[in-house]
């Protein structure tokens, strides 16, 4: 099992420039999460994707942001244009089945917004 | 909306010494799960408490959820530096996303 993959593993841009984040869940996990993770706030989730249907995006800081699931295989988040204060580690994590499955985390990708 | 209150943020212990990190809903949860993040690392699952008063043991690690389903802690017995790292509860209300706490950073002095 390959693990939930992310890329890139590192993402240095300067502010205004577009950021696109890619997430490879585990092969049949039907639940996919984005999370972003900074000293002040912790690990605090974005959306989460149930059967690649978006569930609840609440987390979604503002319109900036945006995260798709064209596939069972695939996710993107999307920032346009980025900004220093969203320079973060994200998250994506996937389980299989409903509320009470364990999440497997990917090893994050850290992004620096100069 | 719904989340947990952990605590402490920080603690630091001297090799051998126990350590305890303490979550709380102010809602019912649906159950609790509870991961661990070393420096530089993602969240890894430890275990998950669905029970009201549910107990677990990992060697030795102790987990527990409260009567209520409101609380739970993670109790680590004799810590070893390998035990460093960030300690995170995370909650769920029924529905299909799991919030997860501010977590509790363990360094472990040897």
């Known amino acids: 099992d390959a693990g939930v993959i992310q890329s890139p593993r590192h993402e240095v841009t300067e502010m205004g420039q577009e950021v696109t984040l890619r997430c490879k869940p585990i092969?049949?996990?039907?639940?996919l999460f984005w999370y972003r993770q900074t000293m002040m706030r912790g690990l605090e989730l974005l959306i989460y994707?149930?059967?690649?249907?978006?569930?609840?995006d609440s987390g979604m800081p503002e319109d900036r942001f945006s995260a798709k699931m064209p596939n069972a295989s695939f996710s993107t988040l999307k920032i346009q244009p980025s900004e220093p204060r969203d320079s973060a580690v994200y998250f994506c994590?996937?389980?299989?089945?409903?509320?009470?499955?364990?999440?497997?985390f990917g090893n994050g990708t850290r992004l620096t917004v100069t | 909306g719904q989340q947990v209150m952990q605590i402490p943020q920080y603690q630091h212990v001297q090799e051998g010494e126990d350590f305890t990190t303490y979550c709380n809903s102010s809602?019912?949860?649906?159950?609790i799960q509870w991961y661990k993040q070393r420096p530089g690392g993602h969240p890894v699952f430890l275990i998950q408490l669905v029970k009201s008063g549910e107990v677990k043991k990992q060697k030795r690690l102790t987990f527990q959820f409260g009567e209520a389903k409101k609380n739970s802690s993670l109790h680590i017995t004799a810590t070893q530096t390998t035990d460093v790292g960030t300690y995170f509860c995370?909650?769920?209300?029924?529905?299909?996303?799991?919030?997860f706490g501010a977590g509790t950073r363990l360094t472990v002095k040897p």
């Open positions: 995370a909650g769920n209300w029924n529905n299909n996303d799991m919030r």
């Open positions: 994707f149930n059967n690649n249907v978006p569930i609840d």
């Open positions: 809602t019912t949860l649906s159950n």
């Open positions: 092969s049949g996990h039907n639940s």
């Open positions: 994590a996937s389980s299989f089945g409903q509320s009470n499955s364990p999440l497997h």
